[in-house]
């Protein structure tokens, strides 16, 4: 196990905690105040962070969309440039939140912005920023990543930087009462995902990552089994606490990380705007039956730690349909077909994408290849 291990985000977790905001951010900060369609607006988020925020030099920026747009937040950082703002307060939810990390770095790179995922440029100084959660899914307000995509091409990137990890992330899980369900299912299976990509690989003796990860993969299918008792403080605080943990580097530290099925995924939101969870869901039981020689220990281990399964034959695979039960109770589709993916190649193609860009050898050991990844999607359909 080698590993070095630093998460510097300032978590203030809990109702009326937006309004710890006014001691924390600095009194002289220039803040760009960045959220997406307005839910925020809506359901009173805006206020408290307005409130808060008190006299400070504070300009807007609006409408960063799901899965937010290269073209959208190049507009962000130029008013980030124009008035020499020092703190970006992203308010929203996984898009929000990336989109605030695209635009830290970008204000202060001279090239195309674009050049931040795709690693021509690497990110080594970025405008400093904080988060206020609205969706809890993607721990992307205390990790370095983002997903960024380029609309006028479909393509859709990630990239890291110690320099885009937030500050500060306000977690109130009342900012959660107005999530319709569908983005409550979206917080469930993107968080049991994350925790699988580094969980679901070889055995390692990892005794602390081990033994967290399935306490958070219990936790998240318990909430999932009591999905009628979603209007209820603690079952919010618990998804939102759950779904921080799963990808905040504590799980992944020192063990091997698969991130195939994200890969994946993310190139047929690209392409057919499918939920980011949604395209997971699909996906990954494909993937872990692709991957059974390599994965079967720990899909073994998982069945009985995690969904209490029995010793005996093929407790891989009842492992891989439990999994693929959760995602039925929660009303996932039951292939990208009736997800909306008409395309009748879609599987060539998707293939082809991530050969594009460079995911030839996807996997925590490479395995995943396109031809693979191709195999797996028309599983999928
Ligand atoms: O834009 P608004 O009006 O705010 O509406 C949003 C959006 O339409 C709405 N919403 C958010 N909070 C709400 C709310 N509606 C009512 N009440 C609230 N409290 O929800 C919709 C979806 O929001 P979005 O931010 O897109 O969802 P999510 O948090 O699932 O983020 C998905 C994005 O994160 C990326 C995904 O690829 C995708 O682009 N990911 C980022 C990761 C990271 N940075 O570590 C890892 C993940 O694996 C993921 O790839
Ligand atoms: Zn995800």
Known sequence: MLFS?????????????????ADLVDPGARVLLLYGGGSIRRNGVYDQV?????????????????????ETLDKAAALVREHGLDLILAVGGGSVIDGAKYVAAAARYDGDGWDIPTRK?????????????????????SNAGAVITRAATGEKLPFH???????????DP?????????????????????VCEQYLTRPTGALV????????????????????????????ANLMWAANQGLNGLVGAGVPQDWATHMIGHEITARYGLDHAVTLALVQPWLLRARM????????????????????????????????ALYRSLGIPAGLRAAGVEEADAPDRLAEALRRHGMTALGED????????RAILTRAL
């Not at 291990?5 to 905001?21: C, E, S, V």
């Not at 100084?125 to 969706?135: F, I, K």
């Not at 407790?315 to 349909?321: C, D, G, K, S, W």
């Not at 490479?366 to 990844?373: D, H, I």
């Open 209 to 236: 990552q081990d033994g967290y990860s399935e306490a958070l993969l219990r936790a998240l299918a318990a909430l999932a089994g009591d999905f009628a008792g979603r209007d209820d403080d603690l079952w919010r």
């Open 161 to 171: 930087s110690p320099a885009v990890q937030p500050l500060f992330a306000v977690l």
């Open 366 to 373: 490479g395995g995943v290849t396109p031809e693979v990844a």
């Open 121 to 141: 440029h690497t990110v080594r100084e970025a405008v400093a920023l904080g988060a206020v959660l609205t969706l809890p899914a993607t721990g992307s307000e």
């Open 174 to 194: 009342d900012t959660m009462k107005t999530l319709p369900e569908r983005q409550l299912v979206n917080g469930i299976v993107d968080s049991f995902v994350h």
């Open 50 to 70: 307005v409130r808060a925020l008190g006299d400070r030099v504070r300009k807007e920026f609006s409408g960063v969309e799901p899965n937010p747009h290269k």
């Open 293 to 324: 020689q390599a994965k079967g220990a720990k899909l073994e281990q998982m069945g009985r730690a995690v969904f209490g399964l029995e010793p005996g034959p093929e407790l891989a695979e009842r492992t891989v349909q439990a999994i693929e």
């Open 5 to 21: 291990y630093h998460n510097p985000t300032r978590i203030l977790f809990g109702k009326g905690q937006i309004a710890a905001l």
